[in-house]
Nanobody
Framework: QVQLVESGGGSVQAGGSLRLSCAPS????????MAWFRQAPGKEREGVAM????????DYVASVKGRFTISLENDKNTLYLQMNSLKPEDTAMYYC?????????????????WGQGTQVTVSS
């Protein structure tokens, strides 16, 4: 049974930083794609960052480019999202996703496994 467990969320002031972690069990991080999504109250879940091919290919949604960095640590089987220069509009529940099917990585339905989420709150 695959489980994805996120951690690292919290409350910070605008301009601060957080690092999210996702530690899968029953699933080995490798060449398939993983991603971070987020969902704010009343809004649809949106793709934030994606990493494939063992970390050789990454992509970001425009609103986080230059501020967020997605990475893998294969020996710890862990996915990360480093978030810098946080803004109030980054406030959301953040989810780790794994095992991508064909299709755009921005679509939540492209991923087969999901974590329970970790809350990020950015105050102005």
């Amino acid at each position: 049974q695959v489980q994805l467990v996120e951690s690292g969320g919290g409350s910070v002031q605008a301009g601060g930083s957080l690092r999210l972690s996702c530690a899968p069990s029953g699933y080995t991080i490798g060449w398939n794609c993983m991603a971070w999504f987020r969902q704010a109250p009343g809004k649809e879940r949106e793709g934030v960052a994606m990493i494939c091919n063992g970390g050789h290919w990454t992509d970001y949604v425009a609103s986080v480019k230059g501020r967020f960095t997605i990475s893998l640590e294969n020996d710890k089987n862990t996915l990360y999202l480093q978030m810098n220069s946080l803004k109030p509009e980054d406030t959301a529940m953040y989810y780790c996703a794994a095992d991508k099917s064909p299709g755009s990585w921005l679509a939540p339905q492209a991923f087969n496994y999901w974590g329970q989420g970790t809350q990020v709150t950015v105050s102005s």
